[in-house]
């Protein structure tokens, strides 16, 4: 059974501005949290002072208010091979993730990820036969008593399962770093940006800065090898400057700056439509 990835936000700390705004504020004030607290609730400190402090601090190295908000996910539909690589985050979120052992996958039928390449290379319909193959005999080791745990040893990467996490902010920018890059393999690209596209439905300004490293809100350029840059579509299309140009340029007296990363600049990255506005009225 072939399946496509699913994301969904499917709960929050219940108001991440005011908490941030509280815990940044609370570093550079000689009022206590508890008053800070007070003058939002009496509307003293209004949302848009907060979102402009928070978004002005959030240039700045100054991380662990950024911790005190978490985000929890559903995803569906991604494959063991990209899953493997997302857990291995584990600095500010935690997993729970479905079990080839004590879940048994019924009627010689799992589910699995089926990549582009393979289409393009025209090995659609024997990469199917394969998965077709694996199901049945995965079916007849049940049937034959072999428990769970061991036939699960037939199934391959591409076998997708769910799972759920819960992310503070400052890992969730983080992984985008890393995530979001071109260099990162297309599954889990595309994944994050599918996150990201759950948080910007629900708290669009939380999303600005959630971008790849070389986005004007994080680290601002490419740090990767040339080679590599020149492959990805922001580097190809002069979008992002490479660290490189920027060493050249300041050794010449000069300075160069990239503009900010749009969200049409941001789809180049993933060639599904991930990006795309969520229609009013859908489920985050």
């Not at 936000?9 to 949290?33: E, G, K, N, Q, W």
């Not at 907060?50 to 240039?59: A, E, Q, S």
């Not at 199934?155 to 920018?173: D, G, K, Q, R, Y």
Request: charged residues 25%; neutral net charge.
């Amino acid at each position: 059974m072939e399946t496509a990835i699913d994301v969904q936000l499917l709960t929050h700390t219940p108001d991440p501005i005011r908490v941030m705004y509280v815990a940044f504020r609370t570093c550079y004030s000689r009022f206590t949290p508890q008053q800070i607290w007070a003058d939002i609730e009496s509307g003293k400190i209004t949302e848009e002072k907060m979102k402009t402090f928070i978004f002005d601090k959030l240039k700045s190295g100054h991380s662990s208010p950024r911790t005190q908000v978490y985000f929890t996910f559903a995803v569906s539909g991604l494959s063991r091979s990209a899953s493997h690589q997302l857990v291995r985050h584990n600095n500010g979120i935690t997993f729970d993730q479905q079990s080839q052992r004590y879940y048994a996958f019924k009627e010689a039928d799992f589910p699995y990820v089926v990549p582009e390449t393979w289409e393009r290379a025209g090995l659609r319909e024997e990469y199917l036969g394969f998965m077709r193959r694996v199901g049945e005999l995965y079916d007849q080791a049940l049937k034959a008593g072999v428990p769970a745990e061991d036939a699960r040893f037939l199934l391959p990467n591409a076998a997708s399962t769910n799972l759920t996490f819960t992310v503070n902010f400052e890992e969730f920018l983080h992984i985008a770093d890393l995530r979001l890059c071109w260099r990162a393999q297309w599954e889990i690209r595309h994944m994050w940006a599918r996150a990201r596209n759950a948080l910007k439905a629900r708290f669009p300004e939380l999303a600005k800065p959630v971008q790849p490293k070389c986005g004007d809100q994080r680290l601002g350029y490419c740090d990767e090898p040339m080679a590599e840059y020149l492959k990805c579509p922001l580097g190809a299309r002069r979008i992002r400057l490479h660290k490189d140009e920027i060493v050249a340029a300041a050794k010449a007296g000069q300075t160069v700056e990239s503009s900010p990363l749009s969200e049409a600049d941001l789809a180049l990255l993933t060639p599904r439509p991930e990006f795309e506005k969520v229609p009013a009225g859908s489920p985050s």
